[in-house]
């Protein structure tokens, strides 16, 4: 048995497994990736059942002799709840609920589950509950059999409202002052962000399959101590670090929340605030878990992902993480089909070095190579020059002070009359 979740309670839930995939290629990815979800809520295996569904059935999604299979083995394994690896709607939700007499949670709702228990920052908690509430309201019906009336007060005799409609307005109003606070996180976000703009240095996202290993990528590069754990969605709360190299390249590096194969829509769109950090960044450092045999399948799941957020034409550079425990032949295979990709080990630091010759070089286009002798009485624009691009060599003369430098643009023009012939 694993450990507790923090914060969550000691008592973990009996879970009984229905996988429902028709593609046998995805059988085995789906059927792990689900057990490690159950791991992450903090349940236990409790028993599983499969069941290829081609089309399913509005009513139950599964067909009537698979659902009395089911609330059999629910009822041998003494299972507290029913988990489908599938999004169900809210009539399949309680006709299965009232066929197997427990609880039935769909694969949204045991992910939203885990983004709950991880989401530290108000942020991270506003886009959580908005996510959450989004995926309710459509689901409000099923937890009515009857459509009891309020009592009408004076001024409100009558029928009155019904509870379903008083509910799903009062979702929905929760849902607006949701998106509201949201607005204004993403209004101070849009602040930091245009703050970072101000200063040259390029902004590199880490994205990448969730415990694909980008808080430990994070970590070693930033010098970072952000929570890295091969759990899925260890992280949810962005983290954004300034990272200055002894040779005068600097690079703001952020680390983004995890992706995973049918990320639920109201994620994608609760997160969007957070996940734009992608779209806005210089580079997307794609992080790879080439040690799973399933790598190919989750790099498509990220690449799906990043162009909903449309962010598929920023520029990217692949990398092969954690070489130092992957199977060769699996390391071969991905340099063969992406010869560009870089090896690396978040972990131990292996091909580090190579990850950011290559930043450098990718990212080079956006500084603009200069030599000045600036005035003394102009000091203040070499002073400035430092978080305007990388300073290569700085000289105090006679005469002024001597600048080989790489600019951003808006510097490059200031400095640009003082303009001097390079020195070997």
């Given at each position: 048995m694993s450990q507790a979740i923090p914060g969550q309670p000691e008592d973990r839930d009996s879970l009984f497994l229905v996988y429902v995939h028709e593609d046998d290629a995805e059988t085995l990815i789906c059927e792990a990736e689900l057990e490690g979800l159950i791991e992450a809520a903090g349940g236990d295996i409790a028993g599983s059942a499969r069941q290829k569904v081609k089309k399913p059935l509005?009513?139950?999604?599964?067909?009537?002799?698979?659902?009395?299979?089911?609330?059999?083995?629910?009822?041998?394994?003494?299972?507290?709840?029913?988990?489908?690896?599938?999004e169900l709607s809210g009539i399949q939700l309680r006709n299965l609920e009232e066929a197997f007499e427990c609880r039935v949670l769909d694969r949204t709702q045991l992910i939203l589950d885990i983004f709950a228990s991880r989401a530290f920052t108000r942020e991270g908690q506003l886009q959580v509950e908005l996510a959450m509430y989004t995926y309710r309201l459509p689901r409000l019906m099923s937890v009515y059999?009857?459509?009891?009336?309020?009592?009408?007060?004076?001024?409100?005799?009558?029928?009155?409202?019904?509870?379903?409609?008083?509910?799903?307005?009062?979702v929905r109003d929760r849902i607006s002052k949701?998106?509201?606070?949201?607005?204004?996180v993403k209004r101070h976000r849009d602040l930091q962000r245009a703050g970072r703009k101000n200063i040259a240095?390029?902004?590199?996202?880490?994205?990448?399959?969730?415990?694909?290993?980008?808080?430990?990528?994070?970590n070693h590069m930033a010098g970072t101590s952000v929570l890295a754990d091969a759990m899925?969605?260890?992280?949810?709360?962005?983290?954004?670090?300034?990272?200055?190299?002894?040779?005068g390249f600097s690079f703001f590096l952020v680390d983004t929340?995890?992706?995973?194969?049918?990320?639920?829509?109201?994620?994608?769109?609760?997160?969007?605030?957070?996940?734009?950090?992608?779209?806005?960044?210089?580079?997307?450092?794609?992080?790879?878990?080439?040690?799973?045999?399933?790598?190919?399948?989750q790099m498509d799941a990220v690449d799906e992902t990043l162009a909903g957020l449309g962010a598929q034409?920023?520029?990217?550079?692949?990398?092969?993480?954690?070489?130092?425990?992957?199977?060769?032949?699996?390391?071969?295979?991905?340099?063969?089909?992406?010869?560009?990709?870089?090896?690396?080990?978040?972990?131990n630091g292996d091909g580090i070095d190579d990850l950011l010759a290559a930043m450098?070089?990718?990212?080079?286009?956006?500084?603009?190579?200069?030599?000045?002798?600036?005035?003394?009485?102009?000091?203040?624009?070499?002073?400035?020059?430092?978080?305007?691009?990388?300073?290569?060599?700085?000289?105090y003369r006679e005469d002024g002070i001597y600048l080989e430098a790489e600019l951003s643009d808006e510097h490059f023009n200031r400095l640009e009359a003082f303009a001097c012939a390079r020195e070997d």
């Open positions: 509005r009513a139950t999604y599964i067909g009537k002799g698979k659902v009395e299979e089911i609330k059999l083995a629910i009822a041998e394994t003494g299972a507290d709840a029913c988990v489908f690896d599938c059999t009857k459509f009891e009336r309020q009592r009408g007060g004076i001024g409100m005799r009558g029928p009155g409202e019904t509870k379903l409609e008083s509910d799903r307005r009062m949701l998106k509201g606070e949201i607005d204004q240095s390029p902004t590199a996202a880490i994205v990448g399959y969730t415990s694909s290993g980008k808080s430990t990528l994070m899925p969605f260890a992280t949810l709360d962005p983290t954004t670090r300034k990272v200055d190299q002894s040779d929340v995890g992706f995973i194969r049918d990320l639920p829509t109201q994620l994608v769109a609760a997160f969007r605030a957070t996940l734009e950090e992608t779209i806005n960044a210089d580079i997307l450092l794609h992080l790879v878990d080439v040690s799973n045999p399933d790598w190919e399948i034409d920023v520029p990217d550079l692949i990398l092969l993480n954690k070489v130092d425990i992957a199977d060769p032949e699996f390391v071969a295979e991905a340099k063969r089909a992406f010869p560009d990709a870089i090896p690396i080990s978040a972990l450098k070089k990718k990212l080079s286009g956006r500084l603009k190579s200069l030599t000045v002798l600036v005035p003394y009485d102009k000091s203040q624009l070499v002073e400035s020059a430092y978080g305007q691009g990388r300073i290569i060599r700085k000289d």
